[in-house]
T-cell receptor, first 116, second 111 residues
Framework: NAGVTQTPKFRVLKTGQSMTLLCAQD?????MYWYRQDPGMGLRLIHY???????AKGEVPDGYNVSRLKKQNFLLGLESAAPSQTSVYFC???????????????FGNGTRLTVT | LAKTTQPISMDSYEGQEVNITCSHN???????ITWYQQFPSQGPRFIIQ???TKVTNEVASLFIPADRKSSTLSLPRVSLSDTAVYYC????????????FGRGTSLIVHP
């Protein structure tokens, strides 16, 4: 049981390049989330999904796109990377809060992205 | 969404008990209080959740007073490996919810 797996673990991009971060979970969770974490800022929600085929904007969605074509996968795309997107990106998944009160988030170990 | 407030940082020594208090004055009736722990270079990890009174597991205890406007995470006899950032979240149990993380409390345990 791998839990939440993020690929790649590290990546360096030049300004203007594009890339996709992949998140995969094997816990049959309905909800999936993408956060970014910058020094001293805590985690900020970028986008989230409450089920296959659905996505929604979080707190800081600009410059990112997401897709949830399969229940187990949640992709985060950067179409034209900017230095301001240098960050550590975390994916998480959970059951819906309405179904199970104890619905903690399960996180991956992050992708460290540097944009030069 | 219920906003939470917790100290930015705390220092302790090995073997001491550490209490981290979180304020959530506008918590709703159906909201739960959830705490996460994050080590450097790792994603946050769920450690405990409660609704009222006291909850205890193998990692920590969570104390919630009757008015539920605050909660206290208690770590008994901390060790160096408890050095981490601790996040307090208020999570709704009905309908959709957006887990919002603040800056958390950076706990440093000294030898």
């Amino acid at each position: 049981n791998a839990g939440v797996t993020q690929t790649p673990k590290f990546r360096v991009l030049k300004t203007g390049q594009s890339m996709t971060l992949l998140c995969a979970q094997d816990m049959n969770h309905e909800y999936m989330y993408w956060y970014r974490q910058d020094p001293g800022m805590g985690l900020r929600l970028i986008h989230y999904s409450v089920g296959e085929g659905t996505t929604a904007k979080g707190e800081v969605p600009d410059g990112y796109n997401v897709s949830r074509l399969k229940k187990q996968n949640f992709l985060l795309g950067l179409e034209s990377a900017a230095p301001s997107q240098t960050s550590v990106y975390f994916c998480a998944s959970s059951y819906p809060a309405g179904l199970m009160n104890n619905s903690p988030l399960h996180f991956g170990n992050g992708t460290r992205l540097t944009v030069t | 969404l219920a906003k939470t407030t917790q100290p930015i940082s705390m220092d302790s020594y090995e073997g001491q008990e550490v209490n981290i208090t979180c304020s959530h004055n506008n918590i709703a009736t159906n909201d739960y209080i959830t705490w996460y722990q994050q080590f450097p270079s790792q994603g946050p990890r769920f450690i405990i959740q409660g609704y009222k009174t006291k909850v205890t597991n193998e990692v920590a205890s969570l104390f919630i007073p009757a008015d539920r406007k605050s909660s206290t995470l208690s770590l008994p006899r901390v060790s160096l490996s408890d050095t981490a950032v601790y996040y307090c979240l208020v999570v709704g149990s009905g309908g959709s919810y957006i887990p919002t993380f603040g800056r958390g409390t950076s706990l440093i345990v000294h030898p």
